[in-house]
């Protein structure tokens, strides 16, 4: 799914009245995407996501598009991953990150960015969207995503983590 303007009816036109643009990430977006990483908690500076920036825009699972306003200002990120999963007999899309710029909060660009997803789940044909965050997030305590139609599956999340990461 490539979106040049993306309105979906029944949705929070709050932002430029319904003007937001997605768009895919380029690799010369590399500062932008440094900025939205650490809007949402991760401070990245462009150097760091050099090497895997790249691997994650020629993936063909994964999509990153940047919100921009008619200004071409960036005002949030999503990056989704697709992927078969035996477990459920056909694709899940996972969420891995869903960002709007504290400029722009509260203006429906995240409710805009989730229903996308929806969208490019429901297109892949997914029989599931998810995704998983900590608990100590601002967007779980405020019930973001389950006011959005997702429900907490009471899962937990083992990892070893091989470098020193926020997460």
Known sequence: MDAKLYTRKNVNMGVMEGRMRLRPA?????????LMMDCLGYPA????????????????????????????KPIGLINLHCYPALRL??????IEE?????????QGVGERLLNFARD????????RLEVIMS???ES???RFYAKNGFEDA??????????????
Not at 26 to 34: G, M, P, R, V
Request: net charge positive; hydrophobic share 40%; charged share 25%.
């Open 154 to 167: 009471e899962s937990s999340v083992f990892r070893i983590n091989f470098f020193n990461t926020n997460e």
């Open 98 to 106: 869903l960002v709007v710029h504290p400029d722009f909060r509260g």
């Open 140 to 142: 779980f305590r405020r």
């Open 26 to 34: 380029q690799s010369d977006d590399l500062e932008t995407i440094a």
């Open 120 to 127: 490019y789940a429901e297109e892949k044909g997914a029989v």
């Open 135 to 137: 608990r100590k997030r």
């Open 89 to 94: 007999k056909g694709y899940q899309v996972s």
């Open 45 to 72: 500076v462009p150097s760091e996501l050099k090497s895997v920036l790249p691997n994650i825009l020629n993936n063909p699972a994964m999509k990153v598009f940047l919100a921009v306003s008619t200004d071409g």
